[in-house]
């Protein structure tokens, strides 16, 4: 993956960004957006997909994945938002056709509400959109962040594991739970685990809200209809707030809908990505 240095225009304070480009350079182009605790790995499938008439850009947000973890970094939806703002204006994207998952979901809509960023079209896949949000591991790691930061790391993995493998309604296959967990073990992948969910915070979509009504542009709703996260009543409370948006229910899958049901997701947002 190519990198945006530390400190670089729209960056300050969250270290450095990973991304990648896939698809035909000057075709039509998507930004994915991953979510919490995952990766850019999750768009893979998806990605290859929609690079076969796109120019597809993958990133890993500030603290996951490839990009850097380093203490004190701040990794909050506020800073996600401006960081994506920012790597819009870096990669020259001026109303870019984008996919945001989880977490994404969040820094995509604080973005164009509150940072101007411009999109062609918008997906929202089972999103941090809706309060309240946060599951009760979610809420007990928040509040003793310290005390979990200090786990054995055999407790830490086997915890780790249990809590991402929650987030498929059939089971995630073990290599790919694999990929998944990896990113935040040893030292500085176990501290950055419990840093991102403590930095965590409802008021960064209480902000947004109220302002889903302004949102002007096609959005397309998709949820897990088995999600456990986030129920999939929240995708209706969404689809229903945002003018014209469509809501897309994937039986059978749960919050991470890339694993689940990958066929019918990558159809559903190459059609809605593709059109007008």
């Known amino acids: 993956m190519r990198h945006i240095p530390k400190n670089g225009a729209g960056h300050r304070g969250t270290g450095e960004v990973r991304w990648a480009r896939l698809g035909e350079r000057g075709a039509d182009p998507v930004v994915l957006l991953h979510g919490t605790p995952f990766s850019s790995y999750v768009w893979r499938g998806i990605a290859r997909s929609l690079a076969r008439r796109h120019e597809v850009y993958v990133w890993d947000m500030p603290g996951y994945g490839a990009s850097e973890k380093a203490d004190g970094q701040d990794v909050s939806l506020a800073a996600?938002?401006?960081?994506?703002?920012?790597?819009?204006?870096?990669?020259?994207?001026?109303?870019?056709?984008v996919a945001a998952h989880d977490f994404g979901g969040a820094v995509a809509l604080r973005a164009h509400?509150?940072?101007?960023?411009r999109y062609r079209r918008l997906a929202l896949v089972d999103p941090v959109a809706v309060a309240p949000w946060g599951s009760p591991f979610f809420r007990l790691v928040a509040g003793n962040s310290g005390v979990f930061e200090q786990l054995p790391p055999a407790l830490h993995r086997a915890l780790v594991r249990e809590y991402v493998s929650s987030a498929s309604s059939p089971g995630l296959h073990p290599a790919t739970l694999d990929r998944l967990v990896g990113p935040w073990l040893g030292d500085a992948g176990q501290a950055a685990f419990y840093r991102q969910i403590a930095r965590a915070d409802q008021r960064h979509t209480d902000e947004i809200q109220a302002r889903y009504g302004e949102i002007g542009i096609p959005v397309l709703v998709c949820w897990g209809a088995d999600d456990t996260w986030i129920p999939a009543d929240r995708g209706r409370e969404l689809a229903a707030a945002i003018p014209g948006a469509a809501l897309r229910l994937f039986p059978g899958a749960g919050h991470l809908v890339q694993e689940d049901a990958p066929a019918?997701?990558?159809?559903a947002l190459g059609d809605?990505?593709?059109?007008e």
Request: glycine content about 12%.
């Open 272 to 275: 809605f990505l593709a059109a």
């Open 264 to 267: 019918e997701l990558a159809g």
């Open 80 to 97: 996600q938002g401006r960081v994506f703002a920012g790597l819009l204006s870096h990669w020259g994207l001026d109303r870019p056709r």
């Open 113 to 117: 509400l509150l940072h101007d960023a």
